[in-house]
């Protein structure tokens, strides 16, 4: 661990030109997770003999171009062949040989001992949305990334682009530790320059937060409980030293936790489109991401006050500009495109 103003210029400097020769050489995640054994009926077979049709020469050739693709997923019939996006090869994959692509239910993954319902699914972020919401944030260099639910590791690979002093994930799955380590390791060797980052197994609800300055990221991770243990831990941070702390929740189902806190408030929310190559590898084509910060005195930006609107209970939240979250004064609407 390192505390705040234990990186001097001369380090920030130096991360600051790793995070830029690191995103020089970017090249920009997907592969199934094992499924249990179980009887198989007609309509499985039958639907699983129509998607290996269409993933097969030549048909795949038409039916997973990028245009045709984006055309017919939507339509009646064609989830069969292309799913919800999340289980097909990311293109983040394909271009590092990495393997964060896929989606496990929540029935294969573990539950925290703290939490008050199921375990969440795992689902890989888009890579351009986690970008464009690091931009959001002042400078880096100062700060370390903190992935709670890291699964397989694409967002720390990701946040590793930029010049954080470390960036850690934390995630409760043994086997998605794993994977996790193994993706690190891969795009280690091919980019060695960007940010370094690590990963531990461990309870989000009660992983002790570093010294120094945070940046916090959560993408849907958990429930109601654990999210509010986390609130808990943030607030015990910022009130053991002076430093600076940002949340950026992706898809923030539980944001009302992180609004009702006295220690947080808001910086920034936008609705942010996936990039144009990321479009049908996931459910949606666009994503909300609000942003909290605390012990910073930093404006919030244009935007920042939209009301979150739970539109499928612990699965997704919308960004409702128009609405104006309690307590913040009203602003202009806040959508950006990836």
């Given at each position: 661990?390192?505390?705040?103003?234990s990186s001097s210029r001369t380090f920030g400097s130096a991360a600051r030109h790793r995070a830029s020769t690191c995103r020089r050489s970017i090249v920009h995640c997907h592969a199934a997770y094992p499924k249990p054994l179980r009887a198989v009926s007609?309509?499985?077979?039958?639907?699983?003999?129509?998607?290996?049709?269409?993933?097969?020469?030549?048909?795949?050739?038409?039916?997973?171009?990028?245009?045709?693709?984006?055309?017919?997923?939507?339509?009646?019939?064609?989830?069969?062949?292309?799913?919800?996006?999340?289980?097909?090869?990311?293109?983040?994959?394909?271009?590092?040989?990495?393997?964060?692509?896929?989606?496990?239910?929540?029935?294969?993954?573990?539950?925290?001992?703290?939490?008050?319902?199921?375990?969440?699914?795992?689902?890989?972020?888009?890579?351009?949305?986690?970008?464009?919401?690091?931009?959001?944030?002042?400078?880096?260099?100062?700060?370390?990334?903190?992935?709670?639910?890291?699964?397989?590791?694409?967002?720390?690979?990701?946040?590793?682009?930029?010049?954080?002093?470390?960036?850690?994930?934390?995630?409760?799955?043994?086997?998605?530790?794993?994977?996790?380590?193994?993706?690190?390791?891969?795009?280690?060797?091919?980019?060695?320059?960007?940010?370094?980052?690590?990963?531990?197994?461990?309870?989000?609800?009660?992983?002790?937060?570093?010294?120094?300055?945070?940046?916090?990221?959560?993408?849907?991770?958990?429930?109601?409980?654990?999210?509010?243990?986390?609130?808990?831990?943030?607030?015990?941070?910022?009130?053991?030293?002076?430093?600076?702390?940002?949340?950026?929740?992706?898809?923030?189902?539980?944001?009302?936790?992180?609004?009702?806190?006295?220690?947080?408030?808001?910086?920034?929310?936008?609705?942010?489109?996936?990039?144009?190559?990321?479009?049908?590898?996931?459910?949606?084509?666009?994503?909300?991401?609000?942003?909290?910060?605390?012990?910073?005195?930093?404006?919030?930006?244009?935007?920042?006050?939209?009301?979150?609107?739970?539109?499928?209970?612990?699965?997704?939240?919308?960004?409702?500009?128009?609405?104006?979250?309690?307590?913040?004064?009203?602003?202009?609407?806040?959508?950006?495109?990836?």
């Open positions: 661990m390192r505390t705040r103003r007609l309509k499985d077979s039958i639907v699983s003999g129509m998607r290996s049709v269409g993933r097969r020469p030549p048909f795949s050739l038409l039916l997973f171009h990028p245009d045709v693709r984006r055309s017919l997923q939507l339509l009646p019939g064609f989830d069969v062949i292309y799913g919800n996006g999340w289980g097909l090869t990311h293109p983040f994959d394909t271009l590092n040989g990495t393997e964060t692509s896929g989606y496990i239910p929540p029935e294969q993954l573990p539950n925290s001992p703290f939490s008050d319902s199921r375990s969440h699914v795992y689902a890989g972020s888009q890579p351009s949305i986690v970008r464009a919401a690091l931009r959001e944030l002042p400078p880096l260099s100062n700060f370390t990334f903190i992935d709670l639910g890291a699964g397989k590791g694409r967002t720390l690979i990701v946040a590793s682009e930029f010049p954080f002093q470390e960036v850690v994930g934390v995630e409760l799955s043994s086997p998605l530790v794993a994977m996790a380590q193994k993706n690190l390791t891969t795009f280690r060797r091919q980019h060695p320059n960007c940010a370094p980052a690590r990963i531990e197994n461990g309870d989000a609800a009660v992983f002790p937060l570093p010294a120094g300055d945070l940046v916090i990221f959560l993408y849907n991770p958990f429930g109601e409980a654990v999210m509010r243990m986390v609130v808990t831990n943030m607030e015990v941070a910022l009130r053991a030293e002076r430093r600076r702390l940002f949340v950026v929740y992706y898809n923030p189902v539980y944001g009302a936790s992180l609004d009702a806190s006295p220690w947080l408030r808001r910086y920034y929310a936008g609705t942010i489109s996936y990039a144009a190559d990321e479009s049908g590898f996931g459910p949606d084509d666009a994503d909300p991401v609000v942003i909290w910060q605390g012990g910073s005195t930093l404006a919030c930006k244009a935007g920042a006050d939209a009301a979150i609107r739970v539109t499928m209970p612990g699965i997704r939240a919308e960004l409702d500009p128009r609405v104006f979250s309690a307590g913040m004064r009203p602003s202009s609407e806040g959508r950006i495109v990836g």
